[in-house]
């Protein structure tokens, strides 16, 4: 199974930007998506926006389309979240997962990066 690793999280202010990473490792298949979500404490686990490995068509959540792009690297096997104008509701633990295409839900969830925005 694959093993997922977010990174670049961080502080920033409302109107900034930051980029997410979440390496990937283990077995991959081409008929697979890549999702990032994000979860504040209390409350349920969200999805913000997935991307199609093989074929990168992407899809978003209305609360980030127009602000944040997701797209992937396939020399490091990695996926990104663009992060733009945000918000200071977009605080949140961000993690990212992986699905089987037409088979299973998002799983195989990695630690999460911490972002937050301040006023």
């Known amino acids: 199974q694959v093993q997922l690793v977010e990174s670049g999280g961080g502080l920033v202010q409302a109107g900034g930007s930051l980029r997410l990473s979440c390496a990937a490792s283990?077995?991959?298949?081409?008929?697979?998506?890549m999702g990032w979500f994000r979860q504040v404490p209390g409350k349920e686990r969200e999805f913000v926006a997935g991307?199609?490995?093989?074929?990168?068509?992407?899809s978003y959540a209305d609360s980030a389309k127009g602000r944040f792009i997701i797209s992937r690297d396939n020399v490091e096997n990695t996926v990104y979240l663009q992060m733009n104008s945000l918000k200071p509701e977009d605080t949140a633990a961000y993690y990212c997962?992986?699905?089987?295409?037409?088979?299973?839900?998002?799983?195989?969830w990695g630690q999460g990066t911490q972002v937050t925005v301040s006023s």
């Open positions: 997962g992986v699905k089987v295409l037409y088979y299973s839900a998002y799983g195989s």
């Open positions: 283990g077995r991959t298949f081409s008929a697979y998506a």
């Open positions: 991307i199609i490995w093989s074929t990168r068509s992407t």
